[in-house]
């Protein structure tokens, strides 16, 4: 075992995959030399060459579009957008391309690359430095999208990812890059996609999450166990596609559930879990699902901590739903 941050796992697992299999290529912008501008792909360019991890013009269509044309002939790219809200120039290249490509070839081509992008706020950032846009592209059949909570997750979940036939938006919440050490297993690893985990057990009230909303919930379900109240934890990992029979099953543990992420409510992924549960297992539940999310405004410049999901925010919605 290792201890890692966030950002080092994610680093170790590009090194493994590449030392795995010479198909296997890291380009974006400034992730060469320089190692990008968080760090995560430092050193690479070093050890494997600059035929194998390389910086792009900025362009993300074309990163993107370079990344399908090498994943149609063999390789297994890696592209990196440098931060998420950068992403929507290759908007088109992902949901109409890459997405597509499987259906659309009756299952003769798949498309086996990988887009990293740090995502959501937490580094006050800003407005064009930290939103979270999962929902837009969890809206895309034939995209799958992988969000970590933990560096040994961040290690397993990319590695499988990398090995994936299918186009993966790998969304890494920056918030958590530097905040946490974990034990990391050395060497290669896969945490299968499509798989919830149980951050905490617990029997009153359900709580799902994902990302940078993970420890924000398990800091709350602590202070909720202070107050004779235990939670549940699920750490979502994969949004789509989502592991749906684990989900209701989680719900249906406790009848209550409370919802979490630091995108806008509005047509958030939290609002899919709701519908879900209803539609499924309505008879389960003992009170009104609720969300604790980001607000419906662009994300603010000097007021992060106001906007993003906090414990006590969570801490509320369990109190209600539980005493409902």
């Not at 391309?97 to 740090?118: D, H, L, N």
């Not at 499509?194 to 359900?206: E, F, I, N």
């Amino acid at each position: 075992m290792a201890t890692l941050t966030m950002v080092q796992a994610v680093n170790d697992a590009l090194k493994v995959a590449m030392r795995r299999d010479k198909g296997v290529l890291v380009f974006g912008e400034d992730v060469g030399p320089k190692g990008g501008v968080f760090l995560a792909t430092e050193g690479l360019t070093k050890e494997f060459g600059k035929e194998r991890c390389f910086d792009t013009p900025l362009s993300e269509d074309g990163i993107v579009g370079a990344a399908i044309g090498m994943a149609l002939n063999g390789l297994k790219p890696v592209a990196e957008i440098q931060f998420q809200d950068f992403i929507f120039p290759a908007f088109d290249q992902i949901v109409s391309e890459a997405a597509k490509f499987r259906y659309r070839s009756g299952g003769q081509y798949t498309v086996p690359m990988v887009i990293r992008t740090p995502y959501g706020g937490g580094i006050r950032g800003g407005l064009y430095h930290s939103q979270s846009g999962e929902a837009y592209f969890c809206h895309t059949p034939g995209l799958k999208v992988v969000i970590p909570s933990t560096p040994e997750d961040a290690k397993g979940l990319l590695l499988a990812s990398i090995e994936d036939p299918d186009p993966v938006l790998f969304m890494e919440p920056k918030a958590l890059y530097r905040t946490t050490k974990a034990d990391v297993p050395e060497g290669y690893y896969t945490t299968p996609l499509s798989t919830l985990r149980t951050a905490r057990t617990g029997k009153d009230v359900t709580v799902f999450c994902y990302g940078a909303m993970v420890p924000v919930c398990m800091k709350a379900a602590e202070q909720a166990a202070e107050k004779g109240i235990e939670c549940l934890v699920v750490d979502l990992r994969t949004l789509l596609p989502l592991d749906e029979e684990g989900v209701l099953e989680a719900a249906k543990q406790t009848g209550r559930v409370v919802i979490v992420h630091e995108a806008p409510r509005f047509c958030g992924f939290g609002g899919e879990i709701s519908a879900m549960i209803a539609e499924n297992i309505i008879e389960y539940m003992e009170a009104p699902v609720a969300r604790v999310t980001g607000f419906d405004t662009p994300f603010p410049n000097t007021l992060e901590h106001h906007y993003m999901p906090d414990a006590r925010r969570v801490l509320d919605a369990i109190e209600h739903v539980h005493g409902y």
